[in-house]
């Protein structure tokens, strides 16, 4: 995934579309930010998901965060090579450390996204 | 780093003796026999006496220096506290006795629990819960027989994200469904979002008073109404009770359930040097489900009660932790009403004076005025390419037990700073001063603070390694 082409939210996860498929994953700032990524937590592969609801949670040396779906839908696959080694999201955060794939119930929903020059002035605007 | 004691074996003294066995070795099987070594370590008692007096001396703890330690009130433990508690009357004592022999511990449990009532404005105070989380469980099931009984099947309890970090843990554990309310810019709860979220399925609002941001809730009496006209109960985690004791009664302005901190408020040891306790207060509709058994006065004896039909049960073995009472008791009673709120008012005092001085070199999300604690922000030193930990970690150079870091989430590169009340000025401009210097060594030499800490025992530890491969056992055969 070009991080050009990806959406993102307000708290920083990023989604790639290709067809129904939404791919997810959180910005290489947000994994910056966490530092060292030591658990995750991930979803049922079958599981439905509405926007906002927390699917995951990211366990950093200092803190934990949530991750919450930027749009609804069913769980098709998560990434399970994050559970033995974490720190993948570190390394490569819109490679090979995305969490979970998602059919889309609705695309509309995408609207509610920021493309990524919105969330680059995001950033800037708030950190 | 010195040797631990099981590396010290290697000695080959030992500080005990064993007489040689005369009599006939009889009814053991040879089974369960050991055949290698205990393991155990066997050291000359002038090796013991040393290897722990050197453990002692690399300790930091609040006999030796100022512990900023936000959110956990590290105040000075008086030593009268554990002379009282450390006496035979007290330490003798058996919880199968019977209760014609203990009178003086029921009477002092008693007055403890009438005093805290007194302090909080609650009904009645349970003192069973040994710590501040297992206080919050004790309320959150109070609240979920209330429900119960009423046949109402409320399932929500609404945090703050300004809210103890262990509150949402405590209401899932008790089954109900926790939903995150977000601040405002202010810092405070968004009445308006409050308002959205409050329905026919919450069962609690569940808040931390002054706020893990160590601001006061300004509308908490339109809080309080608001949750109570939509039929939903007020839980205050009392955690920073410390900033409203002899100002603020929990019970005058509508709080339902509450828990207090003995090991924060009322001055006993915490941690390792606890244990801790964690009572519960209720107002009085919700009196008959306090845990049992409840110590009760009849004439002039004291006794247990379990005639208690409603309640929530045990939850804890005997009384809770008694010795951690006496501390606690003895403390209010040397303090008295007048003093009680002195340390509440000095708290406030010593919060503000740091934190004008701190603002000077650190980012203030929150301006202020603030309760008995602030959160700072390591966020204008990044540009540095310093964080937080770095700061953090520095000042153990300086001989100064870093502040809570990165809590509360809400504020980005926290420093949570809490001076509290018996920290005198000199104390509190030393800490300003150091925080000073780091700042400017953060913009001189930044490498200076990602290596430190370098003045201390054991240097700058790997925390992801230690997070992500961790070692729980001591592998015996390296000290044989």
């Not at chain 2, 300003?432 to 001189?444: H, L």
Request: net charge negative.
């Amino acid at each position: 995934m070009v991080p050009e082409d990806c959406l993102y939210t307000e708290d920083h996860e990023w989604v790639y579309i290709e067809d129904e498929i939404a791919t997810i994953g959180i910005s290489e700032y947000a994994a910056g930010e966490l530092g060292d990524i030591v658990y995750v937590e991930l979803p049922d592969v079958g599981a439905d998901v509405q926007q906002t609801d927390s699917i995951g949670t990211i366990e950093a040396v200092k803190t934990v965060a949530e991750l919450f779906s930027p749009i609804s839908g069913k769980v098709i696959e998560i990434n399970d090579s994050l559970i033995d080694d974490p720190e993948i999201i570190n390394r490569s955060p819109y490679e090979d450390g995305w969490f979970v794939k998602i059919e889309m119930n609705d695309k509309g929903e995408l609207d509610n996204l920021l493309d990524f020059g919105k969330y680059q002035e995001f950033l800037g605007e708030n950190h | 780093m010195s040797r631990t004691i099981f590396e010290r074996f290697s000695d080959g003294k030992s500080g005990s003796f064993i007489p040689e066995n005369d009599c006939p070795e009889v009814g053991f099987d040879i089974l369960f026999q050991r055949k290698t070594p205990t393991g155990l370590p066997a050291v000359g008692e002038q090796e013991v006496i040393r290897h722990y007096v050197e453990l002692a001396s690399m300790n930091y703890h609040i006999d030796k220096g100022m512990y900023p330690l936000g959110s956990c009130t590290m105040k000075y433990n008086p030593v009268v506290n554990e002379e009282i508690a450390g006496s035979v009357q007290f330490t003798g004592l058996h919880p199968l006795q019977d209760e014609e022999d203990v009178q003086g511990a029921l009477e002092l449990i008693y007055n403890l629990e009438a005093a805290l009532c007194e302090i909080t404005g609650m009904a009645e105070f349970s003192l069973q819960p040994v710590a501040g989380a297992h206080g919050e469980l004790t309320g959150m099931m109070i609240a979920r027989d209330y429900f119960r009984v009423r046949k109402e099947n409320r399932k929500t309890v609404l945090v703050p994200d300004s809210a103890h970090g262990t509150n949402p843990a405590s209401v899932v554990t008790c089954g109900f469904t926790p939903r995150t309310v977000p601040s405002g810019e202010d810092g405070l709860i968004d009445i308006e979002i409050l308002g959205k979220e409050l329905d026919d399925d919450t069962a609690v609002v569940m808040l931390t008073l002054p706020n893990t941001l160590g601001l006061f809730e300004k509308d908490i009496g339109k809080i309080v109404k608001m949750a109570h006209s939509a039929g939903a109960l007020v839980y205050m985690d009392g955690a920073n009770m410390n900033a409203l004791l002899g100002i603020v009664r929990p019970g005058d302005i509508g709080i339902d359930i509450m828990h207090l901190n003995l090991h924060k408020t009322f001055s006993t040891p915490h941690g390792g040097g606890g244990p801790g306790s964690g009572p519960v207060g209720v107002v009085k509709h919700l009196t008959e489900f306090l845990p049992v058994p409840r110590v009760v006065k009849e004439g002039d004896r004291f006794g247990f009660c379990s005639d208690l039909e409603k309640t929530i049960g045990k939850v804890h073995p005997w009384y809770g932790n008694f010795n951690v009472f006496v501390k606690a008791y003895a403390y209010i009673c040397a303090l008295g009403a007048s003093g009680i709120r002195e340390v509440a008012e000095n708290a406030i005092i010593n919060a503000n004076y740091l934190m004008k001085k701190i603002s000077r070199h650190y980012d203030l999300k929150y301006p202020g005025p603030c309760m008995h604690e602030f959160v700072a922000s390591g966020r204008n030193l990044k540009k540095y390419g310093v964080r937080t930990t770095d700061v953090a970690k520095r000042l153990l150079d300086y001989g100064i037990h870093a502040p809570t870091i990165y809590f509360p989430l809400i504020v980005e590169e926290a420093l949570m700073i809490e001076p509290v009340e018996t920290e005198k000025k000199e104390t509190l401009d030393h800490f300003a001063d150091v925080m000073e210097k780091i700042a400017g060594e953060a913009k001189d030499d930044p490498d200076l603070l990602h290596r430190a800490p370098v003045t201390t025992p054991v240097r700058r530890l790997d925390e992801t390694a230690a997070a992500r491969d961790p070692e729980f056992c001591w592998p015996f055969e390296k000290g044989e």
